[in-house]
């Protein structure tokens, strides 16, 4: 059954319109695109004099990118460039639907299987984030490859255990190149492992030296990797633990301690929520050993990143599937339990009632409220969000001669880049442009830090009034300083700027573009819509639905182009 798992895993891939993080792009698309084509927007975790980003994640995205160049098919088939990476990653997000088949067979038995298979294949956010290109989504997926190898019964052969633990600690040291705080979950699962085969202290040094040697070497493995990368030695990986518990990840945001419990978990359990608690509950009740490995597991993880101060959903998501296995323990206790109360119903009806279900272990009722997520699935694939997505085929379906500049004017990475655009005419400094949003890097006192994109939407009439020509230049010139660099000297200037005027406008100068993108909530600001036509523009295109998105990002996607 595993051919379904890649199947759906490929379709939902290659059918996804819409747009759900920047990262997506940003951190994954975009780079393997500018190490492979040339030219491409690199973030400020790229750029910036430590980096954070390893190229280890982007470069599975290199190979298509290449085999597409070699063939010369990038300017006849741009297409293919976003079909390429999405088949790779559908093909990566299926490891976490075949990891639970053999997860649940070895934490609960074989009866359990069937349901955890479809309970994750019908997933809410698995059809949302699993197949798209985000590290969050390969952690998943690896974090459930360590788990099926992870070592669970004690009654196995010594020489059996050992090279399931190695496979184990292989997958998660990987997970934990991808996602340095993948490290989270295996402190407990390992540190556990270290206490029960600690009375066999043969079997406890294995483990400690096999966790050290592979550990190491995947260390020394992505330091090789970055460092050619980057053309200077480079250990990406302790710039992103050193950033992510600074300051400057409040940056992009803060939740209350709960944020884990009230919002994540429910958003990505959705209509599994009810049975993975009930699961839970099971797990202790009868004093399930297996299941309280993982809910310990899962508790740790929340605890821990509970005290971080930026959250997000996806940050769970290697936590999805061993909630899954709950959630089948509890349909098919359900199930068991509705098939004894029966005990009025005759064989042949119960057959009958058993195939409704089709002949899994799972009731009528409870499989009916699963199914809820299957619409809700349909809309995240093809609808939610998709203007952000086709506005970059409008522009790339625009001749050369006709597309000679781009600005957007839309808070910071709101839409895919050159990726999905793959115009290298657009490539030289100033011919496309996005509003930036550099973190306060190097600051001693953030609090008050106002990024471009800030600055731009607190009085747009007015920046647009200081920072471009009171005129259309109708050779579309490119912009000089459309936005900051991130940097050694974008650094020093933020600190200068903190010790003097502390005034974030760094001067930025823009060119009056061919094209303009930017949501329609920029129109409903006073006098910009009169200042656009005034200028000479008119809408060319719109795409998405008015009513989805907030603040800034709402109003659909909109395209203006300069007409006279």
Same mark, same amino acid.
């Given at each position: 059954?595993?051919?379904?798992?890649?199947?759906?895993?490929?379709?939902?891939?290659?059918?996804?319109?819409?747009?759900?993080?920047?990262?997506?792009?940003?951190?994954?698309?975009?780079?393997?695109?500018?190490?492979?084509?040339?030219?491409?927007?690199?973030?400020?975790?790229?750029?910036?004099?430590?980096?954070?980003?390893?190229?280890?994640?982007?470069?599975?995205?290199?190979?298509?990118?290449?085999?597409?160049?070699?063939?010369?098919?990038?300017?006849?088939?741009?297409?293919?460039?976003?079909?390429?990476?999405?088949?790779?990653?559908?093909?990566?997000?299926?490891?976490?639907?075949?990891?639970?088949?053999?997860?649940?067979?070895?934490?609960?038995?074989?009866?359990?299987?069937?349901?955890?298979?479809?309970?994750?294949?019908?997933?809410?956010?698995?059809?949302?984030?699993?197949?798209?290109?985000?590290?969050?989504?390969?952690?998943?997926?690896? &974090?459930?490859?360590?788990?099926?190898?992870?070592?669970?019964?004690?009654?196995?052969?010594?020489?059996?255990?050992?090279?399931?633990?190695?496979?184990?600690?292989?997958?998660?040291?990987?997970?934990?190149?991808?996602?340095?705080?993948?490290?989270?979950?295996?402190?407990?699962?390992?540190?556990?492992?270290?206490?029960?085969?600690?009375?066999?202290?043969?079997?406890?040094?294995?483990?400690?030296?096999?966790?050290?040697?592979?550990?190491?070497?995947?260390?020394?493995?992505?330091?090789?990797?970055?460092?050619?990368?980057?053309?200077?030695?480079?250990?990406?990986?302790?710039?992103?633990?050193?950033?992510?518990?600074?300051?400057?990840?409040?940056?992009?945001?803060?939740?209350?301690?709960?944020?884990?419990?009230?919002?994540?978990?429910?958003?990505?359990?959705? &209509?599994?929520?009810?049975?993975?608690?009930?699961?839970?509950?099971?797990?202790?009740?009868?004093?399930?050993?297996?299941?309280?490995?993982?809910?310990?597991?899962?508790?740790?993880?929340?605890?821990?990143?509970?005290?971080?101060?930026?959250?997000?959903?996806?940050?769970?998501?290697?936590?999805?599937?061993?909630?899954?296995?709950?959630?089948?323990?509890?349909?098919?206790?359900?199930?068991?339990?509705?098939?004894?109360?029966?005990?009025?119903?005759?064989?042949?009806?119960?057959?009958?009632?058993?195939?409704?279900?089709?002949?899994?272990?799972?009731?009528?009722?409870?499989?009916?409220?699963?199914?809820?997520?299957?619409?809700?699935?349909?809309?995240?694939?093809?609808?939610?969000?998709?203007?952000?997505?086709?506005?970059?085929?409008?522009?790339?379906?625009? +001749?050369?001669?006709?597309?000679?500049?781009?600005?957007?004017?839309?808070?910071?990475?709101?839409?895919?880049?050159?990726?999905?655009?793959?115009?290298?005419?657009?490539?030289?400094?100033?011919?496309?442009?996005?509003?930036?949003?550099?973190?306060?890097?190097?600051?001693?006192?953030?609090?008050?830090?106002?990024?471009?994109?800030?600055?731009?939407?607190?009085?747009?009439?007015?920046?647009?009034?200081?920072?471009? +020509?009171?005129?259309?230049?109708?050779?579309?010139?490119?912009?000089?300083?459309?936005?900051?660099?991130?940097?050694?000297?974008?650094?020093?200037?933020?600190?200068?700027?903190?010790?003097?005027?502390?005034?974030?406008?760094?001067?930025?100068?823009?060119?009056?573009?061919?094209?303009?993108?930017?949501?329609?909530?920029?129109?409903?600001?006073?006098?910009?819509?009169?200042?656009?036509?005034?200028?000479?523009?008119?809408?060319?295109?719109?795409?998405?639905?008015?009513?989805?998105?907030?603040?800034?990002?709402?109003?659909?996607?909109?395209?203006?182009?300069?007409?006279?």
């Amino acid at each position: 059954m595993a051919w379904l798992a890649l199947v759906l895993r490929v379709a939902i891939a290659l059918s996804t319109q819409g747009f759900f993080q920047p990262d997506e792009y940003f951190q994954a698309l975009e780079p393997a695109h500018h190490y492979v084509f040339g030219y491409g927007h690199l973030t400020w975790e790229w750029v910036s004099p430590a980096p954070l980003r390893s190229i280890i994640y982007p470069a599975l995205n290199i190979p298509p990118f290449w085999l597409i160049k070699t063939l010369g098919l990038d300017a006849r088939y741009p297409e293919l460039l976003i079909a390429g990476p999405r088949i790779v990653h559908g093909l990566l997000a299926a490891i976490t639907d075949i990891g639970i088949r053999e997860i649940t067979r070895q934490v609960l038995n074989g009866a359990f299987v069937p349901t955890a298979y479809f309970v994750s294949l019908t997933s809410l956010f698995h059809s949302l984030s699993l197949s798209r290109s985000m590290s969050n989504s390969l952690e998943t997926s690896l &974090t459930t490859a360590a788990l099926s190898y992870y070592p669970w019964n004690n009654a196995r052969s010594m020489q059996v255990q050992l090279t399931r633990m190695r496979m184990c600690i292989v997958f998660a040291a990987l997970a934990c190149a991808i996602r340095p705080t993948n490290a989270i979950i295996w402190v407990y699962m390992f540190g556990l492992l270290f206490l029960r085969l600690g009375l066999r202290l043969s079997q406890g040094s294995i483990l400690i030296r096999d966790c050290c040697i592979i550990g190491a070497s995947t260390i020394l493995a992505v330091f090789v990797l970055d460092s050619a990368f980057y053309s200077r030695p480079t250990l990406s990986l302790l710039n992103f633990l050193q950033v992510n518990a600074s300051p400057v990840s409040l940056f992009y945001g803060s939740s209350p301690w709960h944020y884990y419990l009230s919002q994540a978990l429910p958003i990505l359990c959705s &209509t599994s929520l009810p049975f993975v608690l009930h699961g839970m509950h099971l797990a202790m009740k009868n004093d399930e050993k297996k299941l309280k490995t993982i809910l310990g597991c899962i508790l740790w993880t929340l605890t821990v990143f509970s005290f971080v101060g930026h959250k997000e959903w996806r940050f769970l998501h290697p936590l999805l599937p061993m909630l899954h296995i709950f959630a089948s323990r509890s349909l098919v206790e359900l199930y068991h339990r509705s098939v004894k109360a029966e005990v009025k119903v005759s064989r042949e009806k119960r057959k009958n009632t058993i195939a409704k279900t089709f002949s899994l272990p799972i009731r009528t009722r409870d499989l009916c409220l699963l199914l809820t997520a299957i619409p809700a699935s349909i809309y995240v694939v093809f609808f939610h969000c998709v203007g952000q997505i086709k506005v970059m085929s409008y522009l790339r379906s625009l +001749p050369p001669e006709s597309l000679t500049s781009v600005g957007f004017l839309t808070p910071c990475h709101s839409t895919p880049w050159q990726a999905y655009l793959h115009r290298p005419e657009l490539a030289a400094p100033g011919r496309m442009w996005a509003l930036g949003c550099e973190p306060p890097l190097g600051l001693q006192h953030p609090s008050d830090y106002k990024d471009q994109t800030d600055i731009f939407f607190e009085a747009p009439l007015e920046y647009i009034r200081t920072h471009f +020509p009171s005129r259309v230049d109708t050779s579309y010139p490119p912009s000089a300083f459309a936005s900051s660099v991130p940097n050694v000297t974008f650094v020093e200037t933020l600190e200068v700027v903190e010790q003097s005027s502390r005034s974030w406008d760094l001067g930025w100068r823009h060119e009056w573009p061919q094209y303009i993108v930017m949501f329609g909530a920029l129109l409903q600001e006073p006098g910009v819509l009169e200042l656009f036509r005034n200028q000479g523009y008119e809408e060319a295109w719109k795409g998405g639905f008015e009513w989805e998105g907030e603040g800034q990002r709402r109003g659909a996607v909109r395209v203006w182009k300069h007409i006279r």
